[in-house]
């Protein structure tokens, strides 16, 4: 039965950056955690990275409950919960320096660059394109033709 949840990108919600940050971002609607699920761990917890960090442990409680159902060995099962407990360690490690990712690149329009060529009151740029270009090319040979 597939989980009903959202995700545009982290920057849109604090949702979505619980959800980008445990990698349940999904493809179409198949999330492991709920939108309801990750909005409660938010209300539950202080700040976003506790959050992550609550959902990514709910997360691992449910894969270990698959495998353990699925009659994996104890040595898979114990690999599935290193391997949780190393994502939890890191949440908690970096989740400070992730900041919300833009989902585009701003850039200037041409308006905005012919009004800056316009004000008269700037300061001219001391370099500009083309600068360098060589217009009259000269001649590796001398006046008599020799190299």
Same mark, same amino acid.
């Given at each position: 039965?597939?989980?009903?949840?959202?995700?545009?990108?982290?920057?849109?919600? =604090?949702?979505?950056?619980?959800?980008?940050?445990?990698?349940?971002?999904?493809?179409?609607?198949?999330?492991?955690?709920? =939108?309801? #699920?990750?909005?409660?761990?938010?209300?539950?917890?202080?700040?976003?990275?506790?959050?992550?960090?609550?959902?990514?442990?709910?997360?691992?409680?449910?894969?270990?409950?698959?495998?353990?159902?699925?009659? #994996?060995?104890?040595?898979?099962?114990? #690999?599935?919960?290193?391997?949780?407990?190393?994502?939890?360690?890191?949440?908690?490690?970096?989740?400070?320096?992730?900041?919300?990712?833009?989902?585009?690149?701003?850039?200037?329009?041409?308006?905005?660059?012919?009004?800056?060529?316009?004000?008269? =009151?700037?300061?001219?740029?001391?370099?500009?394109?083309?600068?360098? #270009?060589?217009?009259?090319?000269?001649?590796?040979?001398?006046?008599?033709?020799?190299?």
């Amino acid at each position: 039965m597939p989980v009903v949840g959202t995700y545009s990108s982290p920057s849109a919600s =604090d949702r979505d950056w619980v959800r980008f940050i445990v990698q349940d971002t999904g493809v179409d609607t198949d999330f492991d955690l709920s =939108d309801t #699920e990750i909005t409660d761990l938010l209300a539950e917890h202080t700040n976003r990275i506790e959050s992550a960090v609550a959902a990514q442990q709910r997360l691992c409680q449910k894969y270990i409950l698959i495998a353990m159902r699925a009659g #994996e060995s104890g040595s898979i099962i114990g #690999e599935i919960r290193r391997t949780c407990e190393s994502q939890v360690q890191w949440i908690r490690q970096n989740g400070l320096n992730i900041t919300a990712i833009s989902p585009y690149l701003p850039s200037r329009s041409i308006s905005d660059k012919d009004a800056t060529l316009d004000d008269s =009151d700037r300061v001219p740029p001391r370099f500009s394109r083309g600068q360098h #270009e060589m217009t009259d090319p000269v001649s590796a040979e001398d006046e008599d033709g020799n190299l």
